[in-house]
Nanobody, 121 residues
Framework: QVQLVESGGGLVQAGGSLRLSCAAS????????MGWFRHSPGKEREFVAS????????YYKDSVKGRFTISRDNAKNTVYLQMNSLKPEDTAVYYC??????????????WGQGTQVTVSS
């Protein structure tokens, strides 16, 4: 059974940093693209960043380029999202997802439960 478990969310002031983690288990993810998405009230869920587990290729939403960095630790089967220079508009529930594809657009088959990130002004 595939499980994606996010952690690392919290409350931070604008300009601060957080690192989200996504622990993946239940199968081999070497052929998978791992993505981070976010959803805030009144908005649609949006793509934030992705990384292919084996190839290491990364993609980012334009508004987070230069501030967020996605990475993975193969030994720990964990994907990270380092978020720096956080802004109030980054406030959302952040979800980890997995797609059996090289394409960062998915489709994403597995989703975590989400972790709340709140950035105060």
């Amino acid at each position: 059974q595939v499980q994606l478990v996010e952690s690392g969310g919290g409350l931070v002031q604008a300009g601060g940093s957080l690192r989200l983690s996504c622990a993946a288990s239940g199968r081999t993810f070497s052929s998978y693209t791992m993505g981070w998405f976010r959803h805030s009230p009144g908005k649609e869920r949006e793509f934030v960043a992705s990384i292919h587990w084996s190839v290491g290729s990364t993609y980012y939403k334009d508004s987070v380029k230069g501030r967020f960095t996605i990475s993975r630790d193969n030994a720990k089967n964990t994907v990270y999202l380092q978020m720096n220079s956080l802004k109030p508009e980054d406030t959302a529930v952040y979800y980890c997802a997995a797609a059996n594809s090289y394409d960062y657009r998915g489709p994403y088959d597995y989703w975590g439960q989400g972790t709340q990130v709140t950035v105060s002004s």
